[in-house]
């Protein structure tokens, strides 16, 4: 089969890499499998009357979801006999896929660009809460503690209504600021920094340049033509001290 996601960059669907299809036979056994860079699947088991189709939005390192106890799932072809074809063209299936598409992209191709990966904080996959409502806008990086990540979860997005390039952007630089954190887990839990700067010890701009250099590379990899992709040199700081120049 085929998954398939819209674009805005691009303007049109292009395949899914990294999504996790999940297929259920009328036995109710299920087989997993993931998607190429074209967005295409396939398994070695074969069923004998219909099977239904899902994209789990997760991975063995991370797991998007609706709310932090609620796995994110797209309900693709139901009933069907022969390969799916899965196109998510809108909505919040749209978001969850891109920000799948950006974790799947960190976690497993990190050493593309010599970075590490994010860490499994307490031994738990990464939760990304998408668009739980306690954050009013953008993100934020919280491991604090297992019980408090699977109430709010590791990371936050509220991003829905944005373009898919800043939904991918947004992620991979709030995974970065994860990976950081994974350097010294004793990092005043990094957003204190914020309140409490420390020169030489815990400065935002610190923080927040290495993210978007991550962040930056990234994109010039997944979206290498788009003139929107800021070179960072000349940021300005908005009255904050939070980036290098």
């Known amino acids: 089969g085929k998954v398939r996601i819209y674009d805005d960059a691009a303007g049109g669907l292009i395949g899914l890499y990294g999504a996790k299809i ?31 189709y899902f994209v789990r939005w997760e991975s063995d390192f991370h797991s998007v979801r609706e709310w932090p106890l609620i ?13 799916a074809e899965i196109d998510i063209l809108s909505g919040k299936q749209k978001y969850f896929g891109h920000i799948n598409r950006a974790a799947y992209d960190y976690y497993y191709h990190f050493d593309l660009f010599g970075l590490t990966q994010p860490p499994q904080p307490y031994n738990q996959r990464c939760i990304i809460a998408a668009n739980n409502g306690t954050i009013s806008g953008g993100g934020m990086c919280h491991p604090y503690g ?7 979860g590791h990371i936050e997005l509220n991003i829905p209504n944005k373009t898919t390039q800043y939904i991918y952007y947004s992620t991979i630089h709030e995974l970065a600021h994860l990976a950081h954190w994974g350097f010294d887990q004793n990092y005043l839990n990094m957003n204190l920094c914020y309140l409490t700067p420390i020169n030489g010890i815990c400065e935002p701009r610190v923080i927040e340049s290495w ?25 300005p700081r908005n009255g904050d001290d939070f980036y290098t120049s």
Do not use: C
Not at 71 to 83: D, F, I, V
Not at 146 to 152: D, G
Not at 212 to 234: A, C, D, L
């Open 22 to 52: 999940r297929i259920r036979g009328i036995d109710l056994s299920t087989h997993d499998t993931y998607s190429d860079e074209n967005g295409s699947f396939a398994i070695t088991e074969q069923y004998r009357y219909y099977a239904d």
């Open 211 to 235: 993210a978007r250099g991550v962040e930056w590379i990234f994109m010039k990899w997944r979206y290498p033509n788009i003139p929107t992709v800021q070179s960072y040199q000349n940021m």
């Open 71 to 83: 796995q994110s799932e797209h309900e693709g072809p139901q009933n069907l006999r022969g390969p």
């Open 146 to 152: 297992p019980l408090f990540s699977l109430i709010f």
